[in-house]
């Protein structure tokens, strides 16, 4: 069960737009559609922002959006907000039933 | 409003074992998975198992089989994690997360975590 790879960090300035990768094997985003996205600010409770690839919760702007292709799927930001700056996080189900959380992101805001 | 909220961490000893509580209020606690997650200092969020609504599912990662036990009693409205053989690298904030549906593909609601912390 390893962690699904996210790049440590990206950066943008406001208004930019910038995408995150999540990529996995074929027993996780291989295997199904259930990849969600998760947006967490130090000292507060995660946020689901993305879930079933590429579906929003009604409470996220639709700045949000995600895709996936083959083993990797992808979270891009559009409009760049100061307050997007946060980590994100990407998970999968897996062919075992469990779930596997990617490394994490860390967005910049410049 | 959907609320949860984690008691029972603390400091314990390696080899000793400690019980979190997650009260949760706010929704039909007993027509939902729940799950913990866990994040150690400075690393990223990990998933540590999953229960189904009725408590007859559960499913752990590999980190913690054997040594952790979630359980749940829908007449509370409160979600369990008996941790057993504890050992430094369990140090973490611990989460309780309500899943969307009586299984369940995301975590749709999050409690505020509990600090775990394992040291002689």
């Known amino acids: 069960q390893s962690a699904l790879t996210q790049p440590a960090s990206v950066a943008g300035s406001p208004g930019q737009s910038l995408t995150i990768s999540c990529t996995g094997t074929s027993s996780d985003i291989g295997d199904n559609d259930y990849v969600s996205w998760y947006q967490h600010h130090p000292g507060r409770a995660p946020k689901v922002i993305i879930y079933d690839v590429s579906r929003r919760p009604s409470n996220v702007p639709n700045r949000f959006s995600g895709s996936k292709s083959g083993l990797t799927a992808s979270l891009t930001i559009s409009g760049l907000q100061p307050d997007d700056e946060a980590d994100y996080y990407c998970t999968s189900y897996t062919n075992s039933k469990t779930y596997v959380f990617g490394s994490g992101t860390t967005v910049i805001v410049l | 409003q959907v609320h949860m909220v984690e008691s029972g961490g603390g400091v314990v000893q390696p080899g000793g074992s400690l019980r979190l509580s997650c009260a949760a209020s706010?929704?039909?606690?007993?027509?939902?998975?729940m799950h913990w997650v866990r994040q150690p200092p400075g690393k990223g969020l990990q998933w540590l198992t999953v229960i189904s609504y009725d408590g007859n599912n559960r499913y752990y990662s590999d980190s913690v089989h054997g040594r952790f036990t979630v359980s749940r009693d829908n007449s509370l409205s409160t979600l369990y994690l008996q941790m057993d053989s504890l050992r430094p690298e369990d140090t973490a904030i611990y989460y309780c997360a309500k899943g969307n549906a009586g299984w369940g593909t995301f975590f749709d609601s999050w409690g505020q975590g509990i600090l775990v912390t394992v040291s002689s």
């Open positions: 706010g929704f039909t606690f007993g027509t939902f998975a």
